[in-house]
T-cell receptor
Framework: KAGVTQTPRYLIKTRGQQVTLSCSPI?????VSWYQQTPGQGLQFLFE???????NKGNFPGRFSGRQFSNSRSEMNVSTLELGDSALYLC?????????????FGPGTRLTVL | AQTVTQSQPEMSVQEAETVTLSCTYD???????LFWYKQPPSRQMILVIR??????QNATENRFSVNFQKAAKSFSLKISDSQLGDAAMYFC????????????FGAGTRLTVKP
């Protein structure tokens, strides 16, 4: 099976712009989670989607949003970009949303905000 | 709130030797899952090993094993017969068994393997 894919891999934006990141989970996986990774804050949970519904959300401002499509592909959107949004954004998929299910991570999207 | 602490920012091991990475966590829950993830320089996060809190037996995956001490809230990772390919950042993570809880990660330990 193909692994989790994320597009684009690298992105450069300027402050105030918005950005959309995409994640395609492993075939058959219905749960997609998003994480932000920065040197200062480490890995932080953004949100999780399961069957097109957001089931859980981390402590991030409303500028961060997401959605999931019927084929389980997910997008994450960040509006009004700030310098502090520069990070590696990781997507992870699992067969189900249960806590014990193994999550498989994608390679990430490196976002740089200038 | 649950927190995960990795007190060793960096560790080093000689090839073929054994190394133990430490992880402690804080929770008031009794049912949860613990994970170790590896993130090589290529950046793709890989699951190394998983432990269910209700299981007393320590999880093992080939050269990787854990020492799970539930009362002490400790979850260390032992890597035996270290290989050059083991060099990476290692993250300890916690996830509640209650529905839909997020994954909490430690700050990571950078492991260097010396030939």
């Amino acid at each position: 099976k193909a692994g989790v894919t994320q597009t684009p891999r690298y992105l450069i934006k300027t402050r105030g712009q918005q950005v959309t990141l995409s994640c395609s989970p492993i075939s058959g996986h219905r749960s997609v989670s998003w994480y932000q990774q920065t040197p200062g804050q480490g890995l932080q949970f953004l949100f999780e989607y399961f069957s097109e519904t957001q089931r859980n959300k981390g402590n991030f401002p409303g500028r961060f949003s997401g959605r999931q499509f019927s084929n389980s592909r997910s997008e994450m959107n960040v509006s009004t970009l700030e310098l502090g949004d520069s990070a590696l954004y990781l997507c992870a998929s699992s067969l189900d949303g249960g806590s014990g299910y193994k999550q498989f991570f994608g390679p990430g999207t490196r976002l740089t905000v200038l | 709130a649950q927190t995960v602490t990795q007190s060793q920012p960096e560790m080093s091991v000689q090839e073929a030797e054994t190394v133990t990475l430490s992880c402690t966590y804080d929770t008031s829950e009794s049912d949860y899952y613990l994970f170790w993830y590896k993130q090589p320089p290529s950046r793709q996060m890989i699951l190394v090993i998983r432990q269910e809190a209700y299981k007393q037996q320590n999880a093992t995956e080939n050269r990787f094993s854990v020492n799970f001490q539930k009362a002490a809230k400790s979850f260390s990772l032992k890597i035996s017969d270290s290989q050059l390919g083991d060099a990476a950042m290692y993250f300890c993570a916690y996830r509640s068994a209650r529905n839909n809880n997020d994954m909490r990660f430690g700050a990571g330990t950078r492991l260097t393997v010396k030939p």
